[in-house]
């Protein structure tokens, strides 16, 4: 039943009264130097599509499927199939939009507008239906069927007609979603009146908080954020809440400034005039009392249209009359540049579905509608139109011709002759369109598929000049031989160039060799800083790339645990270069806070930096330890270590493992491996070694206890000697108490616990540095890594 | 007013707020009553003696909501002799008595108008100032000793607390001792904050903490002019000491010449024994601090002498560094504060045989004490 509506499909009425058939098939014409390339045709009726940051692209189908294309395949499996929930029995109705979340790369979300059949409705019936915006979580190439999130499903569309329509991000993230009158096309109706209702979703752009889908509020996701204009914080998901502009006839497509946030809408016209239209906060177009800028006589007899005053209606930026003719009006998108001739680079471009057009429209500096030119024609039928992140210009033909794209042939800077790129790692090409690796870094570009015809339309193409821009010698592909690899030897910034040849078109990338992680440098925090609980943390990173250049905008993210001995706690992971976390009020003694954040920089290339926190110590007695095993038959006056008053140790050295107690008492038989030959031995010893870093040089207190014999040195220089017999485990004094002095910096600190007449007897020790008024000392941190301290020294 | 309440809560409640009742010399005689007054199914009782204001509120069930004054002592008196059971208060509007009935026991009690009793402010969350009631109770505890009980010097009767971002400081000093205690604050606070508590209020607030859970709040009334502790079920309003409290902070010894760790428990015991000897020498004993060179086997000697009574020497095994020295001290403030250091070693850093003593828990850095020397008799 479905084939039914094809032709009759996305059709505004035009001044025939009837529906305009599908265009006929017509020729491509685009201006010299471009072409148009078709990525992936095999869709059934594809209404909207949207990129995926690592190159895929998603296509819905208007009956309820969403496909993945990779590689200009289509893969066989789609990402999600609604088929049996979506309503395709009206002519505008099915799966409308797929938008993906701008933190895709973070959260997974995508988002799909449609009209909806609920379980109990006959399915793809023509009757009044509501409308539905649901969010998904991707999965590798599905989604979580569990994960669907309904956003709106208040939108009623009563008829067949002027359903929903587009999903579109602002910069601050918010999300507008335009939404049509639901009215009939081909004759007047009251129901277009809803457009001018502020109580009802009809005619109208909302704009919604993506997580909730309720309405902008003041101050959302930043101070300047005025809100929205009818925003009801005691009801924040009403219909005025979430209103953004109005009085829209079938705002079908739109596409929002990268910049001012506004979206430019292209409402669909009834008998005579298509609209572009600025929906600026409050505005009203004027539907159905206004077409365009014309009053519509039909509509006039009525209070609403009676009472709007002409002051109150925003006029179009730029509408164009049918002039006796099918049009239907295909909002567009933004160029952001990087692949268009500079020259286009800002301009909006939009598209016809009837008269199969895509055109651009130039902005002057205040941001109006400049010019408009023609751009291309015979495009096929044009039901969406974006450019990918690295500003390619994509359309999608719901007949023929399925996804496109449009190729910048004379440009100096064209992504589409290139020919395929193959490194280490794959993929090594941000969408920026640098390729980026490690010196020495290999690359290997494959010209196979564009000397292919399938490939690239109407190609030419006899032989290639490739300039590794790197010193090399210029060299010539054919046919004849079409892989090439070349090896950059050194960390540099280079220019790629292929030059296609005889059309004498010039292709040219970037290729960074060098580390492709960003550097990652945490600024707020210090390795084996303390903190304490309840404590906020502030978390500020900044990223660079391998040669130093900031990279502002890249996301960064901060994952934090407390460790203890009993496990790893995650706490909220926390997004942002700057950003604050308030850790537990209940941390534990001798919790370690593992901070590591993460940067996500030009082609997923990951940068992590990691640091450990402590927790400060309510005692202060050192709990983690280098300890040596048992040595049996040894008493306190005797050596294990060979050179015992020199010895440091070596991080590596079997002899000695790490320990961390979660007692103050380091209860020796608790760490030591097992050894029978030690602990039925009357007399033994064991060694223990930390590093203490100390901010400055000062005097202190050690103060210790032990169960029994114990000597200490302190930076190879012996401190302190105990012969004693003791018991100590319930003994909370610090018995021992030598005076010391502290260096600057990094202090060995090596304590030799003997037990001296009993083989069964418990076997200890505990150790803190006091200021030397027997006060806590809580600027000293002891270090089980002294690399971890020296790095921290370096920054 | 007609409720029913049980024996128990009704005694806790006058207990607590049993201090704030003024004497029975007090000029205005509803100062020596309590209030009883239905607050939203509870009841709440209030006394005041105008400097300090103690609401509390217990669990009753209500029939009718009313309020009177009752005589604080016959009250009280009353309510502790009776049964554990149900008490019936009911109040006759027209006599003003109060008919408290209890298991068999039944008495009437004549009140006087509760319009007439004071306003006890109650608490107002806005603005409010929290720590954990444990916290507090160690400050409370090892400050409002050291401050002064006799009037000459009002701003030394009241202990400083001072706040700031989130730390609460509480200093306490009678001239001859300086307590300085400090904890952390549940929350921290966007602006320093200073008050001057009577010490008695503050003694108050650590004896009806309890062993409550939830943190406490703090709120000072906009004008400074008062202090509300709101607790669990009680609060309690006092009037600030409107004067300035010395600055102390400059009392405290950064240097030291020698430094003297002791077990806690035994020179608090060895202070105990000689001050039955030192009452009779004006409270003063000698403590003669003798290093030894190695820093191990280092002694002190804990002596009291009274010329009829006899005296009493106690050699105590300590860790010392520094200089020998000999200092008298009072040893009554040593016992004071020997008696809150839960530390197990006490450290004693000293300079000079006139010079005060600093004494912190080994190890705490949260606590400090600092006591004047006494000049010693030639011996």
């Given at each position: 039943m479905k084939r039914v509506f094809i032709a009759l499909f996305w059709l505004c009425l035009g001044g025939f009264g009837l529906m305009s058939p599908r265009p006929a098939a017509a020729e491509i014409k685009l201006p010299e130097g471009f072409v148009a390339e078709v990525i992936a045709a095999d869709f059934d009726q594809p209404t909207a599509f949207d990129f995926l940051p690592d190159g895929r692209i998603l296509v819905a189908e208007r009956a309820g499927m969403v496909k993945v294309v990779k590689d200009r395949l289509i893969y066989a499996q789609p990402m999600i199939d609604l088929r049996h929930e979506v309503n395709t029995g009206g002519l505008d109705r099915g799966l409308i939009d797929v938008a993906v979340d701008p933190k895709f790369v973070v959260n997974g979300y995508i988002y799909l507008l449609y009209i909806y059949d609920a379980p109990q409705q006959k399915p793809d019936a023509d009757e009044p239906r509501n409308g539905r915006l649901v969010r998904y979580t991707v999965v590798g190439d599905a989604v979580d069927p569990d994960s669907a999130l309904v956003l709106l499903d208040d939108y009623v569309c009563e008829t067949r007609n002027h359903g929903v329509g587009s999903i579109r991000f602002a910069p601050n993230g918010a999300m507008f979603v335009s939404l049509g009158d639901g009215a009939i096309s081909e004759?007047?109706?009251?129901?277009?009146?809803?457009?001018?209702?502020?109580?009802?979703?009809?005619?109208?752009?909302?704009?919604?908080?993506?997580?909730?889908?309720?309405?902008?509020?003041?101050?959302?996701?930043?101070?300047?954020?005025?809100?929205?204009p009818l925003y009801d914080s005691a009801n924040p998901k009403s219909a005025r809440s979430r209103i953004w502009s109005w009085g829209y006839r079938n705002p079908f497509r739109m596409g929002v400034h990268p910049v001012t946030g506004v979206p430019i809408v292209g409402d669909v016209g009834w008998n005579s005039i298509e609209s572009l239209q600025q929906a600026t906060a409050g505005s009203n177009m004027g539907w159905p009392c206004y077409e365009g800028d014309q009053l519509r006589p039909e509509?006039?007899?009525?209070?609403?249209?009676?009472?709007?005053?002409?002051?109150?209606?925003?006029p179009p930026f730029y509408a164009y009359s049918h002039a006796g003719a099918n049009a239907s009006l295909t909002g567009g998108a933004f160029n952001p540049g990087g692949n268009l001739p500079d020259a286009m680079t800002g301009d909006y471009f939009f598209a016809d579905y009837s008269k199969q057009f895509i055109k651009r429209a130039s902005l002057d500096s205040n941001g109006k509608f400049k010019v408009v030119a023609g751009f291309g024609e015979g495009m096929g039928e044009p039901v969406d139109l974006k450019f990918s992140p690295d500003g390619r210009l994509f359309y999608l033909s719901i007949f023929s011709g399925g996804l496109r794209q449009i190729r910048n042939v004379s440009a100096t800077v064209s992504a589409a002759i290139f020919p395929e790129i193959s490194c280490q790692r794959t993929p090594c090409v941000a969408y920026d369109g640098t390729i980026l690796g490690e010196a020495p870094f290999t690359i290997t570009l494959n010209f196979a598929s564009v000397f292919s015809q399938t490939y690239l339309e109407n190609s030419s193409f006899q032989s290639f000049l490739v300039n590794f821009g790197d010193g090399s010698a210029t060299i010539s592909v054919t046919k004849a031989a079409m892989l090439v690899r070349h090896v950059y030897a050194k960390k540099g910034d280079y220019a790629l160039q292929v030059r296609g040849m005889p059309l004498t078109s010039l292709a040219q990338r970037r290729v960074t060799v060098g580390s492709a992680k960003p550097v990652v440098e945490i600024k707020s925090l210090s390795n084996w800083m303390q903190v304490k609980g309840g404590e906020s943390l502030s978390l500020v990173a900044t990223a660079r790339d391998v040669f130093g250049r900031p990279l502002p905008d890249a996301p960064v993210y901060w994952w934090v645990n407390v460790v203890t001995p009993a496990g790893k706690t995650a706490l909220p992971d926390v997004i942002g270069a700057k950003s604050t976390l308030v850790l537990p009020s209940n941390l534990p003694d001798n919790a370690q806070i593992e901070v590591m954040c993460a940067v996500l920089g030009p082609n997923y290339h990951v940068g992590v930096s990691q640091l450990t926190l402590l927790s400060r110590l309510q005692d202060g007695y050192i709990r983690t330890w280098w300890l040596s095993r048992g040595y049996p038959n040894l008493k306190i006056d005797e050596a294990a270590l060979d050179n015992e008053t020199n010895f440091s140790l070596a991080i590596g050295d079997k002899r000695f493992s790490l320990i961390r107690s979660l007692s103050q008492n380091i209860d020796l038989k608790n760490y030591l491996t097992p050894n029978e030959e030690t602990f039925t031995q009357a007399t033994h010893i064991a060694y223990a070694w930390v590093w203490v870093e100390s901010p400055d040089e000062r005097k202190a207190l050690i103060g210790m206890n032990s169960d029994e014999s114990l000597a200490v040195w302190l930076n190879q220089k012996e401190v302190w000697r105990n012969r004693v017999n003791r018991p100590f485990p319930d003994d909370f004094r610090d018995i021992d108490l030598p005076a010391v002095t502290l260096k600057k910096g990094l202090n060995q600190l090596l304590v030799k616990i003997a037990q001296t007449n009993a083989s069964n007897a418990t076997w200890g020790f505990k150790l803190r540095l006091l200021n030397a008024d027997g006060s806590q000392m809580s600027d000293v941190r002891p270090i089980i890594y002294p690399m971890d301290a020296l790095s921290q020294n370096n920054r | 007013m007609k409720l029913s309440c049980l024996q128990e809560n009704l005694a806790k409640a006058l207990n607590i707020v049993g201090r704030a009742v003024a004497p029975r010399t007090a000029t205005l005689p509803v100062l020596t009553h309590i209030l009883l007054a239905t607050d939203n199914g509870r009841l709440r009782v209030s006394a005041t003696n105008l400097e300090l204001g103690v609401n509390c509120w217990i669990g009753a069930k209500v029939e009718d909501e009313g309020a009177i004054t009752l005589p604080a002592r016959t009250l009280t008196e009353l309510v502790s002799l009776l049964p554990s059971d149900r008490i019936d208060l009911e109040l006759n509007n027209r006599t003003q008595a109060v008919r408290v009935?209890?298991?068999?026991?039944?008495?009437?009690?004549?009140?006087?108008?509760?319009?007439?009793?004071?306003?006890?402010?109650?608490?107002?969350?806005?603005?409010?100032?929290?720590?954990?009631?444990?916290?507090?109770?160690?400050?409370?505890?090892?400050?409002?000793?050291?401050?002064?009980?006799?009037?000459?010097?009002?701003?030394?009767t009241g202990v400083l607390i001072r706040m700031s971002e989130d730390r609460i400081t509480m200093y306490a000093s009678d001239g001859f001792r300086l307590s300085v205690c400090s904890g952390s604050l549940s929350q921290p606070i966007a602006e320093p904050r200073q008050v001057l508590v009577p010490a008695?209020?503050?003694?108050?607030?650590?004896?009806?903490?309890?062993?409550?859970?939830?943190?406490?709040?703090?709120?000072?009334?906009?004008?400074?002019?008062?202090?509300?502790?709101?607790?669990?079920?009680?609060?309690?309003?006092?009037?600030?000491?409107?004067?300035?409290?010395?600055?102390?902070?400059?009392l405290i010894p950064k240097k030291f010449e020698t430094l003297t760790v002791l077990n806690t428990a035994d020179f608090l015991k060895a202070c105990k024994q000689a001050s039955i000897f030192a009452r009779e020498a004006s409270d003063v004993v000698r403590v003669r601090i003798t290093p030894s060179e190695a820093g191990e086997g280092s002694t002190v000697d804990i002596?009291?002498?009274?010329?009829?009574?006899?005296?009493?020497?106690?050699?105590?095994?300590?860790?010392?560094?520094?200089?020998?020295?000999?200092?008298?001290?009072?040893?009554?403030?040593?016992?004071?504060?020997?008696?809150?250091?839960?530390?197990?070693?006490?450290a004693l850093s000293t300079v000079t045989h006139k010079s005060p003593g600093l004494f912190k828990g080994l190890g705490d850095e949260t606590f400090q004490h600092i006591i004047m020397p006494i000049n010693l008799p030639k011996s």
């Open positions: 004759q007047k109706t009251e129901l277009s009146y809803s457009a001018q209702d502020l109580n009802v979703l009809n005619g109208k752009i909302i704009r919604i908080d993506p997580a909730t889908g309720a309405g902008i509020g003041p101050k959302w996701g930043g101070a300047t954020e005025a809100g929205n509509y006039q007899k009525h209070p609403i249209c009676e009472r709007l005053k002409p002051s109150d209606v925003t | 009935h209890c298991s068999k026991t039944d008495t009437n009690i004549k009140g006087i108008d509760a319009q007439e009793f004071p306003i006890v402010p109650v608490f107002d969350p806005e603005g409010a100032i929290y720590v954990n009631a444990d916290v507090l109770r160690k400050l409370i505890a090892k400050t409002v000793f050291a401050a002064a009980t006799d009037e000459s010097r009002p701003m030394l008695k209020t503050l003694a108050e607030v650590g004896r009806i903490v309890g062993d409550q859970q939830v943190p406490v709040a703090i709120a000072i009334t906009p004008a400074r002019g008062q202090v509300l502790f709101h607790l669990e079920n009680v609060d309690i309003v006092s009037q600030l000491i409107d004067q300035k409290f010395p600055e102390v902070e400059a002596t009291a002498r009274a010329d009829e009574k006899g005296d009493n020497m106690n050699e105590l095994e300590a860790s010392c560094t520094g200089i020998p020295i000999e200092i008298g001290f009072n040893v009554k403030f040593l016992i004071d504060v020997l008696s809150v250091i839960e530390a197990p070693q006490v």
